[in-house]
């Protein structure tokens, strides 16, 4: 059976709001959901308003840091607050519920000065390097304002689904793990790994239901099947091959629910 089509990145908001909703400012692993919430909304976002942006499509994704400079590179900064534009395409006034008078924002408040350091602080946790500080409610505040972009929107839902499973919270501390680990590979290793990657003797052969995939932290078709692909949207468990990440069978379910839900949303929106 072919994949049912996704939009390379189509689960940014996923990932944004999922780890959003899992942080806590205090407990073991918040850095790395703070990290794994940034990058991802940020991706999005860069993606939805960059023209020709490297987060459009397949290769090596770029860091939180690096996004965050891009966006100011586009929109500019002041006062270490980028305004990114929410577009044309976002939804006046959804559902009605705000009223006649209702004007929706046209515009993403990007607080990049606590935003860049808020990832110093994440990182000097995460490495146990460089100054020691803690992630604050200003950090997380500034984190929650980039769901005000159409291409987010996504925390209201991640909250009403935390009752579906630990392994998304699980599969965001994974996802932050292998960024760290991607940044230890020099480029040519990437390349090599990247060449070499249908070769592995855990990959699938032509006749195998599931293809290797897209990886949602280096961004190549690179993470090797080890589970089975259930509703057909060409999303599995996996391993991979470049950067490590593992997608548990928890993670795969949820994430083929997130496939599943927008899938229906499109076809009752259209
Ligand atoms: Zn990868």
């Not at 790395?32 to 960059?50: C, P």
């Not at 006034?93 to 000065?113: A, H, I, L």
Request: charged share 25%; glycine share 10%.
């Amino acid at each position: 059976m072919a994949a049912i089509d996704l939009p390379f990145g189509w689960d940014r908001p996923y990932r944004y709001g999922q780890a959003f909703a899992a942080l806590s400012l205090g407990e073991p692993g918040t850095e790395e959901l703070f990290n794994t919430a940034l990058t991802h909304g940020l991706l999005a976002i860069a993606a939805a308003t960059i023209d020709g942006h490297p987060a459009r499509v397949p290769g090596r994704q770029p860091s939180a840091s690096v996004l965050l400079r891009d966006l100011v590179g586009a929109f500019g900064e002041a006062d270490g607050v980028c305004l990114v534009p929410n577009g044309a395409a976002d939804v006046p006034n959804p559902f009605g519920v705000f009223g006649d008078d209702y004007k929706p924002p046209v515009e993403t408040v990007v607080r990049t000065g606590l935003l860049a350091e808020a990832l110093k602080v994440a990182d000097a946790a995460r490495h146990g390097s460089g100054p020691k500080g803690e992630l604050t409610e200003q950090h997380v505040a500034a984190l929650e304002d980039l769901d005000a972009h159409p291409a987010l929107r996504s925390i209201g839902d991640a909250r009403r689904d935390r009752d579906w499973s630990d392994g998304t919270a699980a599969d965001s501390q994974e996802l932050g793990r292998a960024a760290d680990y991607l940044e230890f590979l020099p480029e040519d290793e990437i390349e090599r790994r990247v060449e070499q990657a249908p070769s592995s003797p855990a990959a699938p052969d032509y006749f195998d239901a599931a293809a290797i995939q897209a990886c949602p932290v280096c961004g190549y078709e690179t993470l090797i099947p080890t589970g089975g692909d259930e509703m057909g949207y060409g999303i599995t468990a996996g391993t991979c091959f470049v950067c490590s990440y593992t997608r548990s069978e928890d993670a795969a379910h949820d994430l083929q629910s997130s496939a599943e839900f927008r899938r229906l949303w499109e076809r009752d929106h259209d």
